[in-house]
């Protein structure tokens, strides 16, 4: 499944999709996902589909974080338990909203 | 065709004259190169000798038929894609599946029209110049491939290197380590520090192979460096991350714990980023603390934002650590989920003996695993019950010659909250006096007076509370927690030495003024006293204690 990647009607917020398997295969599309846009965006990463991550997608968050410049502007989402254990354990909560 | 580009050539086998002059014609008029054969021994000497980019070929010949001839062409070929149609007048079936059988890649009945023939030789050329096409980029991959290999090879053997020379072979340490490639992204280094303590640690750094290895050289650097000079687990930390931070790229990053443990103090100090959580088990096999991370994993940070507090906890005397990366937690297991960090703590529910423990839970991986692991894993298991004698050898020569030299540090406030004075002392021993091989001494002996002065004397620490292994982690919250709140004080530290017979003499002088506390009396108190008399000629304590002097001599005979 490839990666989605919507922006709001205002253009103020880009949301991404990352698939079920959110790896190193995903590393093109999510920074082609990002970097097009201004950093001074805000950025929605929804994770409602995605039941795997590993640490070069941890790798890929702090890219965006870096190109957001603060990562007050990105949140993610829906993030399943597992997922979210992920996160958690790593202390991402420090760096991103987790929601 | 285009006529830019050289002709192409034809060979022709064909023994019935007429006929061969039609095709030749023919070829001609298209544009081709012609080279004609009467028999097929002949076609194999003008393959040889005109290496013609396509071949005709009659099956009924003299001397050699078309069958034969084309099995030795296909073969002096070899990689090389020449396509060769049969042209002949048989109509018997399996004879033309004969023409296939041999290496011919298409068959044409005579009578044939021009037009068909030239299609023919059209989609053979087609086909040719596609197999050359794959077989240049065959080569390039393969050859990239060799040049990935090789390159592989080199930073496996500068990583192997330092994993080798990295650990301290210190008994009741035990690791495995299985990659995902041919080397891994996953680090175990240990170091003892001249004090006895030993340090370790454990990194997992984001992706796998090269990319992942290329930052464990500067983290083996600093862990043992930085070690030697007998730096804190907090230094170390603080000092990788503002390293890794700079170098690596901004989606990579180092999961790491550093950890000490001090087996006579009964303590464990340690700063996890990142890495799950690491166990205290008792003699029982029981976990008895689990230590998750308290940190951000090394390189996401700015020096600024970066958390160096480390956490403190007392041993008991058979307790053993547990450590791991999340290779291990994440280890599918033939059921289709994974190992998980339920199942690596039920591992510790089994009835197995403790020294049985660290194999049991590989073994579960193993047996439950497919076998080979979607991500590196480490497990690693450290007995506390480590011989940390200090050694007391003052005989040893320095690497250079005795001089007298001297000189003073003090430092105020804010700086004592941050700054450790120990190991820059120490570096200007070791450069001015070479005195390496008395570090060991050298180390407890400034540390224990640093220790006094700051926590003793400006802090107000009991040092029983220290010294009972169970309320150390209580002092180093009340110490943190002091020393954030401490507003004035300072340390003043004073080295002199000169030369003494062959060796020399260093009086260390430390003394603190200053802190909340009035301190009437500030005993130099627990093991600090009689250890600094074991290790020095003579100690003074001098004012209300807030002074120390303590002499050393070395490489005299006494």
């Avoid at chain 1, 589909?49 to 993610?76: C, E, F, K, P, W």
């Avoid at chain 2, 692991?373 to 003052?394: H, P, R």
């Amino acid at each position: 499944m490839p990666m989605r990647c919507d922006i709001s009607e205002n253009g103020a917020t880009i949301r991404i999709l990352p698939p079920d398997r959110f790896d190193f295969s995903c590393h093109l599309e999510f920074r082609d996902a990002f970097s097009k846009h201004d950093g001074k965006l805000k950025y929605i990463v929804d994770l409602r589909g995605t039941n795997y991550i590993d640490s070069s997608a941890l790798g890929m968050l702090l890219l965006l974080r870096q190109h957001a410049g603060d990562g007050r502007r990105v949140s993610i989402i829906n993030a399943k338990p597992d997922v979210l254990n992920i996160l958690e354990v790593v202390n991402f909560g420090d760096l991103f909203i987790l929601e | 065709m285009n006529s830019q580009s050289p002709a192409l050539k034809v060979l022709v086998a064909e023994d019935h004259a007429p006929s061969s002059t039609i095709m030749c014609r023919m070829l001609e008029h298209y544009g081709y190169d012609v080279v004609v054969a009467r028999d097929g021994e002949q076609a194999i000497e003008k393959y040889r000798s005109e290496k013609p980019q396509l071949v005709l070929m009659d099956v009924l010949m003299p001397r050699m038929n078309g069958y034969e001839a084309v099995r030795q062409i296909k073969e002096i070929a070899g990689d090389d894609f020449v396509p060769v149609i049969f042209v002949t007048a048989i109509h018997d079936e399996d004879a033309l599946a004969k023409c296939v059988e041999v290496g011919g890649d298409a068959f044409l009945t005579k009578p044939y029209s021009h037009t068909v023939l030239k299609s023919k030789i059209d989609a053979m050329l087609r086909i040719r110049s596609l197999h050359d096409r794959v077989v240049v980029q065959n080569r390039a991959i393969s050859h990239f491939q060799d040049q990935l290999l090789n390159e592989q090879r080199v930073a496996e053997k500068v990583f192997h290197t330092i994993v080798r020379s990295g650990r301290s072979g210190e008994q009741g340490v035990r690791c495995v380590n299985s990659a995902k490639s041919i080397f891994n992204g996953d680090l175990f280094l240990t170091a003892k520090r001249a004090t006895g303590e030993l340090h370790f640690l454990i990194a997992d750094f984001t992706g796998h192979g090269l990319s992942a290895a290329i930052g464990a050289l500067p983290v083996s650097d600093i862990f043992q460096s930085m070690t030697s000079n007998g730096c804190s687990v907090a230094d170390i930390a603080e000092v990788m991350n503002a390293k890794l931070k700079r170098i690596l790229p901004g989606d990579m990053f180092c999961a790491a714990c550093i950890g000490s443990v001090d087996a006579i103090e009964r303590r464990l100090t340690l700063w996890n980023g990142g890495l799950p959580p690491v166990f205290i088990v008792d003699g029982n096999n029981r976990i008895r603390e689990r230590l998750p991370p308290a940190h951000l994993a090394l390189g996401i940070l700015d020096e600024q934002k970066f958390d160096r507090s480390v956490q403190v906890f007392a041993l008991e005397p058979r307790d053993r650590i547990f450590a791991c990366t999340d290779g291990l937690i994440d280890a599918p297991i033939a059921t289709g989920g994974r190992f998980t960090q339920d199942g690596y703590e039920a591992c510790f529910e089994a009835p197995v003996p403790s020294n049985m423990q660290f194999d049991w839970i590989i073994d579960s991986v193993r047996e439950i695993g497919e076998g080979n692991q979607n991500d590196d894993l480490t497990l690693i298991e450290i007995d506390t019950n480590l011989d940390e004698s200090v050694s007391v050898a003052k005989t040893a020569a320095a690497s250079r010659v005795p001089s007298t030299w001297e000189t003073s540090l003090r430092i105020d406030m804010p700086a004592l909250q941050t700054f450790d004075p120990v190991p820059h002392f120490l570096r200007l021993l070791s450069e001015i006096q070479g005195l390496d091989s008395h570090k060991a001494n050298l180390v407890t002996i400034l540390t224990e007076m640093y220790v006094h002065a700051l926590d003793g004397v400006l802090l107000g620490m009991n040092p029983e509370l220290r010294a009972d292994h169970a309320g150390a982690p209580r002092y180093f919250e009340e110490r943190t927690a002091k020393l954030r709140a401490l507003e004035r004080g300072s340390i003043y530290f004073s080295l002199r030495h000169r030369v003494e017979g062959c060796g020399g003499e260093l009086i260390i002088q430390v003394a603190s003024s200053g802190g909340e506390k009035n301190f009437n009396q500030v005993p130099l108190s627990g093991r600090r006293l009689p250890l600094l008399r074991t290790l020095c000629d003579c100690v003074y304590v001098m004012g209300s204690g807030n002074c120390v002097e303590a002499t050393y001599r070395w490489g005299v005979s006494h």
